[in-house]
Every structure is written in structure tokens, then in C-alpha cells.
């Protein structure tokens, strides 16, 4: 494959990454109460869903693809560019929808263009380099934030300091779409990824890899909603829900929920506890890396320990972690907070990495293989959901003072960890008693299996 296209796209993500979270810093700056961060937290996560679907039922039609990713980075940078134009919050709140949206809508249209023209055996290993400069690319517009106010207030001045760094944000996006107009492949014309096999193996190979740098602070993926969900059945899943799997799938609303009503509010609360701009930017930074660091130990952990200690061992600590955190970075010196705040978020990232991974584990061997890919769209469903109503709920919580609406968010993680520590169904054994008496070949376990075995050849893959 050639790799050019995927220089443009890695400096595309520059621009996405610094977004996400220059825009909350803007919103801060612009006087946004709490229930509106909330509101684009949730917006955020939830628009990118069916535009992801939009997206990729357009994909169908190779000559599509290249088109739509060339419009969604058009269009990221005339978002960034505008956005520091705008002083009403609902406005910058109706911008970063547009921006969220087609970020999100073109994942999965980028997961067919790199496995065009190419043999199955060879897809893990191209997910992956996407993935690669895709998280890179994420990781740089972290750093970029977190060394601008360094760099940018003695060039620009103070006051000009955001609007500037907005604008070479979106001269990142713009410089990406024009280089990606002269290197993104032309697939040849039969070179769909449609048919019903090569789907059902896309899907494993993206549902069952491993997150990246930017799944710590923004958990859930559009892209892994698209393809464990384009041709599922939820009716017939849920019908073949036992207690054990239908428990867990409640606790994954519980701490999902918790999640994003933990992360919605926390610019702003890091703003009121006088950490800068650049300082944010590295916080997340931190988090995001030690996240990234764990994917792949938390692969092995899951193979050789109790999936279900771990998951609510990890859950537990994340639910102690984000009021703890939270209390002791706003009481303590400056220099205190930002030291303990960073340590805080690394150990946040660190519990991501395991939930992520053992999530995949637990719903994999709780789920009867016959319905097993539904039953990983309804998980993945869910999560979106959650992270939707977990952001208001972070924001509206918080307008009564951020020691409540992080105490929110601990205490549903903390009853999610409960409800996973009571399924001792998890600690039996690799079947659960309903998969061991379905009369369904285990093939798709098998396949899956293969599948999380190729991919684990990479460092990173697509989320």
C-alpha cells in the first residue's frame, strides 16, 4: 500500500485531536455553565453514530470513498477556522457538532479504503498503520496545545493566543485535504468490501482490537459502533440474553455513563482550579499515552487472570480515582494539583486500557456464538448511548458543584463494578453453560480468535 495518504491523514488528526479539547477550553473562555459543556460533550458523542452509518452505507460505492474523506477534512478545517469567529456558546456548540460529526462519520469509510485491493491477510496489518498515524497524528494536537501557550502568547499575544491556535489547527486540516487529493489511492472499481463475508471479518477485526491514544479521554468509536452493528439483529439478540449477559450489559450503561459524566465538566473544573491552558492540554496528554501504553499487556492479563476481577478491580479503582482526583487537585498548591491531577489521569488512563480490553473478553465469552456479533453491536450501542446521557448528566450534575457530579460519576462506575464482581459465571471458565449447550458450530469464536491473534501483531489498531 502506498503510505503517502497516510501522512496527509496523520496531519488531518493533528487537527482533531488539539479540537477536542480546544473547543471546551473556547467554550470555558466564552463564560459556558457546566450544563453546556455537558451539552457538547453529548452532542459530540452522539451525532457522530448515525453519521457513521450515513457515511458508510455511501461507502458502498467505491468511487465514493475518496470524495467523502476529502470532504470531511474540507470541512474540519472551515470548522476550526470559524469557531474562534463565534461568541455565542450555542453556536460554537452547533459548530463542533458539524466538525464531530464528520470526523466520526469517516472512520469507517477509511477502514474500506485501506483494505481495497488488498488480501484479507494483509487487512490487520493495514488497520493498524492506519491506526498508527491516525494516533500519532491525535497525540501531536495534544502536544501542540500543551506547548502553544509557551510559544504562541509571546508570537501572537495573550488575547490572540486561542484564536491563532485555532487557525493553525485548521491549517493543518486544509494542508491535509489538499496533500490527501494528491496521494489518496484510487481503488479500482470492483474493490468494494460489501460482500457478507468480508464484512463479518471487518467487523472482528475491529471490534476485537485494541483501542488507541484517544480512547482513554473520548471512549467511544463511531467506527466500532458502524461495523458490529451494520448487519446485526437486536431483537434476536436480546432474546438470547441469559441473566449473566444481560447484567453486564446493564452495568455497561452504569459506568459508561459514569465515564462521560466525569469528562464533560472537567475543563471547566481544571480552568476554576487555575491550571492554563497548555497545562489541560497535558493532562490529557498523560492520560491518553498511559492508556495506549496498557492496550496490549491488558490483552495478556485477560488471557491468563480472572476477567472478571480484573474488570471490576479496574472499574473500582477508575470510580474512586474521579472524585479523588478531582478533590485533591482543587484543594491542594498549584504546583500540587497539576502534579497529583497528573498522576491521577495517568491511573485513570491505565484502568481504560483494562475496561476496554476485558470488555471485549467478557462480552465475547458471555454471548452465544450464534448471536455473538449482535450481541457486540448491542455492547457497543449501548456504550454510545451511555456516553450521550452521561455527558448531560456530567454537566447538569456539576451545576450544583463539581464534588457532586464527579461523585455521580464514581458511584455509577462503582455499581457497575459491582454488578460485574457478582457474575461468577465470568470466573467458571472460557463458556459460560448456554454456550456450551448451543447446538451452533463455534466458528465465529474460532474466526474471532484468528482475528484478535492477527491483530495483535500491531502496536495500535483502528478503534
Not at 509571546?154 to 493553525?168: E, M, Q
Not at 491550571?275 to 489541560?280: A, V
Not at 476481577?309 to 477508575?318: E, G, N, V
Not at 455521580?408 to 459491582?418: F, R
Request: charged content about 15%; glycine content about 10%.
Amino acid at each position: 500500500m502506498a503510505e503517502r495518504w497516510l501522512y496527509s491523514w496523520g496531519l488531518g488528526s493533528v487537527a482533531f485531536g488539539g479540537a477536542s479539547l480546544l473547543v471546551p477550553l473556547y467554550l470555558v473562555q466564552l463564560g459556558a455553565s457546566p450544563f453546556q459543556l455537558g451539552i457538547l460533550a453529548s452532542t459530540a458523542a452522539l451525532i457522530g453514530a448515525p453519521g457513521a452509518v450515513a457515511f458508510g452505507r455511501l461507502a458502498n460505492r467505491v468511487d465514493h470513498r475518496r470524495s467523502l474523506v476529502l470532504a470531511t477534512l474540507a470541512t474540519v478545517a472551515l470548522a476550526l477556522a470559524a469557531v474562534p469567529l463565534l461568541t455565542d456558546v450555542g453556536a460554537v456548540i452547533a459548530a463542533n457538532a458539524v466538525l464531530w460529526l464528520v470526523v466520526a462519520s469517516v472512520a469507517p469509510v477509511l477502514t474500506m479504503v485501506v483494505v481495497d485491493d488488498a488480501p484479507e491477510s494483509a487487512w490487520s496489518e493495514r488497520i493498524g498503520l492506519l491506526n498508527k498515524y491516525q494516533g500519532y497524528g491525535w497525540a501531536g494536537g495534544l502536544v501542540l496545545g500543551t506547548v502553544w501557550p509557551l510559544v504562541g502568547v509571546r508570537v501572537v499575544g495573550a488575547d490572540a493566543a486561542t484564536r491563532v491556535l485555532f487557525w493553525v489547527l485548521a491549517a493543518c486540516a486544509g494542508a491535509s485535504a489538499l496533500s490527501a487529493a494528491r496521494t489518496l489511492p484510487r481503488p479500482s472499481a470492483d474493490a468494494h468490501v460489501t460482500g457478507e463475508q468480508k464484512v463479518r471479518r471487518i467487523a472482528r477485526l475491529v471490534t476485537n482490537s485494541r483501542r488507541n491514544v484517544r480512547g482513554a479521554t473520548f471512549a467511544f468509536s463511531p467506527n466500532r459502533l458502524y461495523w458490529t452493528t451494520r448487519d446485526f439483529a437486536p431483537r434476536q439478540a436480546l432474546r438470547r440474553l441469559d441473566p449473566a449477559l444481560a447484567t453486564y450489559l446493564v452495568a455497561v450503561v452504569f459506568f459508561f455513563t459514569g465515564f462521560a459524566a466525569f469528562w464533560a465538566p472537567l475543563p471547566l473544573f481544571f480552568t476554576d482550579v487555575r491550571f492554563d491552558s497548555g497545562q489541560i492540554f497535558a493532562l490529557y496528554l498523560v492520560s491518553s499515552l498511559a492508556s495506549a501504553v496498557l492496550y496490549e499487556g491488558a490483552g495478556r492479563f485477560a488471557s491468563k487472570y480472572d476477567v472478571r476481577l480484573l474488570q471490576s478491580a479496574a472499574l473500582a479503582a477508575r470510580g474512586l480515582l474521579f472524585p479523588a482526583v478531582a478533590l485533591v487537585a482543587g484543594i491542594g498548591a498549584l504546583s500540587v494539583g497539576l502534579g497529583v491531577a497528573g498522576v491521577g489521569l495517568a491511573a485513570i488512563g491505565l484502568t481504560w486500557a483494562v475496561i476496554a480490553v476485558v470488555g471485549t473478553a467478557i462480552v465475547t465469552r458471555l454471548a452465544p456464538p450464534s448471536v455473538r456479533g449482535d450481541v457486540l453491536g448491542v455492547h457497543t450501542a449501548l456504550g454510545a448511548v451511555a456516553g450521550g446521557i452521561g455527558g448531560l448528566l456530567g454537566g447538569w450534575a456539576a451545576s450544583f458543584g463539581y464534588a457532586v457530579a464527579f461523585g455521580v460519576a464514581g458511584a455509577l462506575v462503582l455499581l457497575g463494578a459491582v454488578l460485574v464482581f457478582s457474575l461468577r459465571a465470568l470466573s467458571g471458565g472460557t463458556r459460560t453453560v448456554e454456550q456450551a449447550s448451543d447446538p451452533t458450530p463455534d466458528r465465529s469464536e474460532t474466526e474471532a480468535g484468528e482475528a484478535l491473534s492477527t491483530a495483535a501483531a500491531s502496536d495500535e489498531r483502528m478503534d
